[in-house]
């Protein structure tokens, strides 16, 4: 998440914090949840996005959609109805604040954002800066030790770091 936070701030993006997502972090996150909330309020590519008119509005065209065809509000959710609405709310704030992709590890989150035409991936899915990928190792075989006879050890495979690959691995 810090390399999302990284790459918005160089290119000038915003990247907005719908509200109940935000409560949502601070309901299992304790007193360090508030101070990293005041970290990210003062970055410049960071907006906490408030359930306004234009979000309401959002909100409600969800809604209709929904239920367009079909007099089933949850249209189809098997969750319960208060999930269903903070969902829709969540993809509301964002759309109405002009987000064009949705990053969610929650389904209905991705599955609203999609509805509306907006882009949605799972947090896992984010790229990693260079430096916390894993390098890749070759493998060799040693060298094979003579027969010392009894009590002879089995060759083992050992790890050698390609050349350039990063020692951080």
Do not use: H
Not at 14 to 20: A, C, S, T
Not at 83 to 88: A, F, L, P, S
């Amino acid at each position: 998440m810090a390399y999302l936070f990284e790459t918005a701030e160089k290119s000038r993006c915003k990247v907005v914090l719908p509200m109940p997502a935000v409560a949502e972090y601070l309901a299992g996150a304790d007193m360090a949840g508030v101070e990293s909330l005041n970290l990210l309020e003062r970055k410049t590519c960071i907006l906490l996005g408030d359930f306004n008119r234009a979000a309401a509005f959002e909100c409600a065209q969800l809604d209709r959609a929904a239920m367009r065809g079909s007099e089933d509000k949850k249209d189809g959710s098997d969750a319960p109805w208060q999930k269903v609405k903070i969902d829709r709310q969540i993809v509301a704030i964002a759309k109405a604040n002009g987000a064009g992709l949705v990053i969610s590890r929650d389904k209905g989150v991705r599955n609203n954002a999609l509805r509306v035409g907006m882009s949605a991936i799972k947090v896992e899915e984010l790229e990693l800066p260079m430096s916390a990928r894993q390098g890749k190792l070759a493998l060799v075989e040693p060298e094979p030790r003579a027969a010392t006879g009894k009590g002879q050890r089995k060759p083992t495979l050992t790890a050698v770091p390609k050349a350039g690959a990063s020692e951080q691995g």
